[in-house]
């Protein structure tokens, strides 16, 4: 075969894969991926933690484009915390002033004070993947779309500590007093003290006996402290993935769901109205709904959704209610719309845990 004539044979290859991709995607998908490949460009923003970093994004940009024939320039710019993020957005658009991302990542916590604001724009998700992306993906009148789960926990020194903590009350007895650290933030005394999981009083007073144990206050990725021996666990953690990467790498580290927390919280993708490419940041978001988006967000930042009966989040809930013997509860952005006593609780843990 000439060279010419293998040219010819592999571009008819790569057509033909395209044609048969395209009249695969929904009319709506159809009409997204025109109106992205217009604009040409994703600027996305948001921390280096977070939705698989600026080595995610490289993947996502090379698989959004391979999928949908597009020619989409990513750039990617680390940038603050998701609240700090979600203040800046809102702070801008009422101004008028463009958004530094067209794309917004944020917890279930940080999603009602955007959608109150109306700061986020509304898709028809549904009807971009429909069958994969389902109504119960989709929250808040289509501005928030979850993509990824997690089981907040604690961390703990597998060959430090006295035993196998197996509750949050656990960490209230003797043996642990001046050897664990809790986070500066009170991470997840929001979703402990709220309905249907423990309520205020019980997490305020838990909050107290816990700030008598703790030894010092850490974030939730300084990890190499517990393994080190320094702490010998985190009470709460924030996500349970932060300790993945050490406890591959042979440290005495591992993360556990307390039998009496037990909780599925999200991360949820939105397009802010500021966006500067909205329709590029909606296909991206599409793209990691797709089984090759979660597969690298999987393998880029440790999650991806549970409610795809094919995720790795999946089997880790139902491993998690098998070995407790109980349903997990959802702390998704809906339920945190209503969840003014949790934010009370929060409040006051994180005063009492700053020894405010």
Not at 255 to 265: G, L
Request: proline content about 6%; overall charge neutral; charged content about 20%.
């Amino acid at each position: 075969m000439t060279l010419l004539t293998r040219a010819v044979s592999i571009f008819a290859f790569v057509m033909a894969h395209a044609a048969t991709q395209a009249a695969e995607l929904s009319p709506e998908l159809k009409a997204l991926v025109a109106a992205a490949q217009k604009e040409g460009e994703l600027q996305l923003t948001f921390g280096e933690g977070s939705a698989g970093g600026e080595v995610g994004a490289m993947r996502f940009e090379k698989g959004m484009n391979e999928m949908f024939g597009t020619r989409i320039k990513l750039v990617f710019t680390p940038g603050p915390s998701m609240p700090a993020m979600a203040s800046q957005i809102a702070t801008l658009n009422a101004a008028k002033q463009p958004s530094p991302s067209d794309v917004y990542v944020g917890w279930s916590r940080h999603y009602p004070a955007l959608y109150k604001r109306k700061v986020l724009q509304s898709f028809e998700w549904t009807k971009l993947l429909p069958g994969r992306i389902t109504p119960e993906m989709v929250e808040l009148d289509g501005m928030a779309v979850k993509f990824a789960t997690s089981i907040p926990g604690v961390y703990y020194n597998t060959k430090l500590s006295p035993y196998k903590p197996e509750n949050l009350s656990d960490f209230l007895k003797p043996e642990w007093k001046g050897r664990i650290a809790s986070t500066p933030y009170a991470a997840n005394f929001d979703v402990l003290g709220g309905n249907g999981f423990w309520g205020l009083e019980k997490t305020v007073a838990y909050a107290k006996a816990l700030s008598a144990q703790v030894a010092g206050l850490i974030r939730c990725n300084e990890t190499e402290r517990l393994a080190s021996g320094e702490f010998l666990a985190l009470v709460m953690n924030c996500s349970g993935r932060d300790i993945d990467e050490l406890a591959r790498k042979g440290a005495p580290v591992a993360n556990v769901t307390p039998k009496d927390f037990m909780a599925r919280n999200y991360t949820y993708f939105g397009v802010p109205k500021n966006a500067q490419h909205p329709n590029a940041g909606a296909l991206y978001i599409t793209y990691v709904m797709t089984p090759e988006g979660q597969k690298i967000m999987w393998e880029t930042w440790g999650a991806d959704l549970d409610l795809f009966p094919d995720s790795n989040m999946h089997r880790d809930v139902a491993e998690v209610e098998r070995q407790n013997g109980a349903r997990m509860g959802t702390a998704d952005a809906t339920w945190q719309l209503a969840n003014d006593v949790g934010n009370n609780a929060w409040s006051e843990a994180n005063k009492i845990l700053l020894k405010k």
